[in-house]
C-alpha cells in the first residue's frame, strides 16, 4: 500500500507503510542510464564517459527531485519521453539538482526548478 506525500500542488509516492523514509529515494549508480520515477528522490552518480539519461512518462501530479550526489567525470544527459518547455537537463557536477513534475501524458514533465552549487543545469 502506497502513502501519498502532499508537496505544494503535487505528491511523493511512499512505496510502502513502513516508517523508513528512505522508501522516497533510490540510488542510481554510474552507467545506469533509465532514471527511476518509482521514487520521489532519485540520487545519481555519473560514469567517467557521458552518459544518455531516459526518463519514463510518471502519473499525474507526481513530483521528482533528481540530484548528482556523485560526478565520476561525464555528463549526464536526461531526456525525457514526455515534456512541456524542455527537451534534456545536462547534470554535469555534484550537487546538480533538478526538482520536475508529471502533469499527464500530453503535458508529460515540467521543470519545477533546477539548481547547483555551480550554478544550475544546464537544459534545452
Same mark, same amino acid.
Given at each position: 500500500?502506497?502513502?501519498?506525500?502532499?508537496? $505544494?500542488?503535487?505528491?511523493?509516492? &511512499? /512505496?510502502?507503510?513502513?516508517?523508513?523514509?528512505?522508501?522516497?529515494?533510490?540510488? #542510481?549508480?554510474?552507467?545506469? !542510464?533509465?532514471?527511476?520515477?518509482? =521514487?520521489?528522490?532519485? /540520487? &545519481?552518480?555519473?560514469?567517467?564517459?557521458?552518459?544518455?539519461?531516459?526518463?519514463?512518462?510518471? &502519473? +499525474?501530479? /507526481?513530483?521528482? #527531485?533528481?540530484? !548528482?550526489?556523485?560526478?565520476? $567525470? $561525464?555528463?549526464?544527459?536526461?531526456?525525457?519521453?514526455?515534456?512541456?518547455?524542455?527537451?534534456?537537463? #545536462?547534470?554535469?557536477?555534484? $550537487?546538480? /539538482? +533538478?526538482? !520536475?513534475?508529471?502533469?499527464?501524458?500530453?503535458?508529460?514533465?515540467?521543470?519545477?526548478?533546477?539548481?547547483? &552549487?555551480?550554478?544550475?543545469?544546464? =537544459?534545452?
Amino acid at each position: 500500500m502506497s502513502r501519498m506525500f502532499r508537496i $505544494g500542488s503535487g505528491t511523493i509516492a &511512499k /512505496q510502502n507503510d513502513s516508517d523508513n523514509t528512505e522508501d522516497l529515494i533510490e540510488t #542510481v549508480a554510474a552507467d545506469v !542510464l533509465p532514471i527511476p520515477v518509482t =521514487h520521489g528522490i532519485v /540520487q &545519481k552518480t555519473t560514469g567517467a564517459d557521458a552518459e544518455a539519461l531516459t526518463l519514463a512518462n510518471g &502519473k +499525474a501530479d /507526481q513530483i521528482l #527531485v533528481i540530484n !548528482l550526489t556523485t560526478d565520476g $567525470g $561525464g555528463d549526464g544527459t536526461l531526456t525525457p519521453v514526455t515534456a512541456t518547455g524542455w527537451a534534456t537537463i #545536462v547534470f554535469a557536477d555534484a $550537487g546538480d /539538482q +533538478a526538482v !520536475l513534475m508529471y502533469i499527464d501524458d500530453i503535458i508529460g514533465w515540467i521543470i519545477l526548478g533546477l539548481s547547483g &552549487k555551480s550554478g544550475a543545469p544546464a =537544459h534545452t
